[in-house]
T-cell receptor, first 106, second 121 residues
């Protein structure tokens, strides 16, 4: 099983600031990596797939990068609605998820 | 638009069973693999099971293999998960999720709102 490790567990950021979230895979997943946003009581919402392609309707302030085992999700200027938990997800070899990074208001 | 609506969750005693359903609409259900993904309280999602678009193939995560059974009825656009011999570790919100592509490597592009299964004595 490919293990996905996210860091940090919690990120405290002020509105308008930049947030950088990391995700590492235990073995290469090529570019088969997605990012999801989840708010309390809601299902995960697809943000990024193919490591760097924004899903339909996702604002340009969200960007993804990386390939192989190291990936990054960047939120360029945090808005109030962006405070949530973010999960990375590899779909190269079956399907596994990271444990999440909570982005909270500083 | 794509809609996935789960039902069937509830409180069940350890060792008992529960059957979940997922009603799909807004896409050609019979063309896509469908999945169950669960999320325990405070944890990341965990993939549970997949059934191929035509129902001919099914696979399970190690934690549920031999206890859970995935099935689908393409005439009713509905996905099912039969969960037997439930334990406390199965307490989670269960989501059905649609594969993003009909073939090849794919992620989950749509999720239902989830149904909570609680195993408690």
């Amino acid at each position: 099983e490919i293990v996905m490790t996210q860091s940090p567990a919690t990120l405290s950021v002020s509105p308008g600031e930049r947030a950088t979230l990391s995700c590492r895979a235990s073995q290469s997943v090529s570019s088969n990596l997605a990012w999801y946003q989840q708010k309390p009581g809601q299902a995960p919402r697809l943000l990024i797939y193919g490591a760097s392609t924004r899903a339909t309707g996702i604002p340009a302030r969200f960007s993804g990068s990386g390939s192989g085992t190291e990936f990054t999700l960047t939120i360029s200027s945090l808005q109030s609605e962006d405070f949530a938990v973010y999960y990375c997800h590899q779909y190269n070899n079956w399907w596994t998820f990271g444990q999440g990074t909570k982005v909270e208001i500083k | 638009q794509v809609q996935l609506v789960e039902s069937g969750g509830g409180v069940v005693q350890p060792g008992r069973s529960l059957r979940l359903s997922c009603a799909a609409s807004g896409f050609t259900f019979s063309s896509y693999d469908m999945h169950w993904v669960r999320q325990a309280p405070g944890k990341g999602p965990e993939w549970v099971a997949v059934m191929s678009y035509d129902g001919n193939s099914k696979y399970y995560g190690d934690s549920v293999k031999g206890r859970f059974t995935i099935s689908r009825d393409n005439s009713k656009n509905t996905l099912y998960l039969q969960m037997n011999t439930l334990g406390h570790e199965d307490t989670a919100v269960y989501y059905c999720a649609k594969g993003s592509a009909a073939t090849g490597t794919y992620y989950f592009d749509h999720w239902g709102q989830g149904t909570l299964a609680t195993v408690s004595s």
